[in-house]
């Protein structure tokens, strides 16, 4: 399955520097949605980030990736169990809670991933800013966020 995943960021790679004309030492832009509870699957877009990125390297070109959440992705982005609202905490989220928060941490401190809350999803059950997680950027609407991503040439990416 590692391996499916290197394929399809290289093959993503290779598409959208020849999409959109881009030279390898003019870098790339990505943004990822996460709207969504699933634990695997969010595993899944975080294996994509760091394969992309590896793949970028690998071609000298510069990455400029953000990771916008939305809705049920705020479940990943705090430790509070979110409980009595529709993003509460479950036991799969729980088993792998402390190695999901790892492998972000790592995509934002190690390899300069921009990561950001719909702070309107926030706001909705009224969860405390200081309960996110160090070095994530509220916006006040993420699909906002990403749609002026897009408009600036940023490819948007969501792993189904």
């Known amino acids: 399955m590692k ?13 959208l520097a020849s999409a959109t004309g881009h030279a390898a030492d003019e870098g790339a832009k990505v943004v990822y949605h996460v709207d969504f509870s699933d634990v695997t699957r969010y595993s899944a877009t975080l294996t994509s980030i760091n394969n992309i990125m590896n793949a970028y390297e690998n071609e000298l070109m510069d990455a400029d990736v953000h990771l916008v959440f939305v809705g049920h992705g705020l479940r990943f ?29 790592a995509l934002m401190n190690s390899r300069g991933v ?18 996110i997680y160090e070095g994530i950027q509220l ?22």
């Not at 950001?116 to 200081?130: F, Q, S, V």
């Open 114 to 131: 921009q990561v950001k809350l719909c702070d309107h999803t926030r706001n909705e059950i009224d969860l405390d800013p200081g309960k």
């Open 139 to 160: 916006v006040g609407s993420g699909v906002f966020d990403i749609a002026i991503l897009q408009s600036q040439g940023y490819a948007y990416l969501k792993i189904q």
């Open 77 to 105: 982005v705090t430790d509070d169990a979110l409980n009595g609202t529709p993003y509460e905490h479950d036991a799969a989220l729980l088993e792998r809670r402390d190695e999901l928060k790892g492998r972000l941490d």
């Open 3 to 15: 391996n499916w995943f290197k394929t399809i960021a290289i093959a993503l790679t290779l598409g």
